[in-house]
């Protein structure tokens, strides 16, 4: 174990102990960053709450924020997260409210919208009547657009590609079982998961699928294959997230999330599956000293940037010789840069 107390590069990680050999294995993934990345780091901050610790903050106001199209409800209430997800996001029910909603940000300053809601019984967020709207947003307020999605068919993927969205972000799923007993769809599997990353790369997206870690009640279980399936498919780039059990059912709520260095070992392992890729920590993690250790080991297995970064982080990236970037943006924009 190695101790950050006698380095002291920051006072809130004096008692954090990380694993040598793990750190020295997770070295594979630094090295893969710096040959195709440089050392640039983003430190993403989103509008959709303010957050600030001792050495990072967003000095601006938001610039983007999210669009729920069902409010807090979601048919499928999955374990994992029983629709609380969607509280923190703005409520837009209709294409009126929606148009409504995103002139009145406009006005506000917000640049860029993600826009996207409960599912269905089939796992399929309902965007369809919202696309002419997305559009206009696009043509008329000029805003970054990006849709969060459930399942896809043809249809969506090409509708999605007529509103002129600008990123398609989707919850990749490795594991029969979890699709079953977390999701709530036992009448589907892998294989519609990879339909739609299929649908969605044929049609010309830039794509930005989510692997949660620890889906399966804090379990690792189809992190691995998420990957592989998604690394056929060239994405714009991955985001990683961490199951956050106080989201979600009572069962979740009784059980810990994964290890931070299971964690870690899916992170090194999207890493050296997209070496040409951004690799980016998402904002869904759990808090408190964890999550100390977890944004460290991610820096170390080479990530592109990290959403929301524990305090001291920023200040040790830099010790790593890193170059901080702030940016008031969704992490899904990581591609942009």
């Known amino acids: 174990m190695i101790s950050l ?6 006072p809130s990680l004096e008692d954090v102990e990380l694993e040598q050999e793990l750190l020295e294995e997770l070295q594979e993934g630094f090295r893969i960053r710096l040959e195709h990345f440089g050392r640039d780091i983003l430190f993403h901050s989103p509008g959709f709450k303010h957050y600030q610790v001792e050495d990072f903050s967003i000095k601006t106001g938001p ?9 807090k409800n979601c048919e499928l209430m ?6 609380k997800i969607l509280w923190h996001m703005i409520p837009a029910t209709t294409p009126e409210e929606l148009w409504k909603v995103a002139n009145e940000l406009k006005l506000k300053g917000i640049d860029g919208l993600l826009i996207s809601g409960g599912s269905n019984k089939d796992g399929v967020v309902e965007l369809h009547p919202f ?8 043509e008329e307020l000029g805003m970054f657009v990006s849709c969060h999605v459930g399942l896809v068919d043809r249809e969506l993927s090409e ?4 509103a002129r969205v600008d990123a398609v972000l989707i919850d990749i799923i490795g594991d029969e079982e979890t699709i079953a007993q977390v999701y709530k769809l036992p009448h589907k599997s892998t294989r519609d998961y990879e339909e739609s990353l ?10 930005v699928p989510h692997v949660i870690i620890g889906l399966h009640y804090g379990e690792i279980r189809g992190e691995y294959r998420a990957i592989d399936m998604i690394a056929q498919y060239e994405p714009s780039a991955l985001v990683l997230v961490v199951v956050m059990p106080y989201f979600g059912k009572a069962r979740f709520q009784l059980l810990p999330p994964p290890k931070v260095e299971e964690s870690a070992k899916v992170i090194l392992y999207a890493r050296k599956a997209l070496p040409k890729r951004p690799v980016v920590i998402g904002c869904a993690r759990p808090a408190g ?8 080991y991610a820096l170390h297995a080479g990530v592109n940037g990290i959403t929301f970064p524990a305090e001291g982080v920023f200040t040790y990236a830099r010790e790593m010789g890193l170059n901080p970037v702030v940016s008031p943006n969704c992490c899904s924009t990581v591609f942009l840069h």
């Open 131 to 138: 696309l002419k709207t997305m559009k206009r947003v696009k």
């Open 63 to 71: 610039k983007f924020v999210d669009i729920s199209i069902t409010g």
């Open 198 to 207: 299929r649908l969605l790369k044929e049609a010309g997206h830039n794509l």
């Open 78 to 83: 999955c374990d994992h997260c029983a629709s």
């Open 159 to 162: 509708g999605l590609v007529e």
């Open 289 to 296: 000293p964890e999550r100390v250790k977890f944004d460290l």
């Open 5 to 10: 107390g006698g380095k002291n590069p920051h």
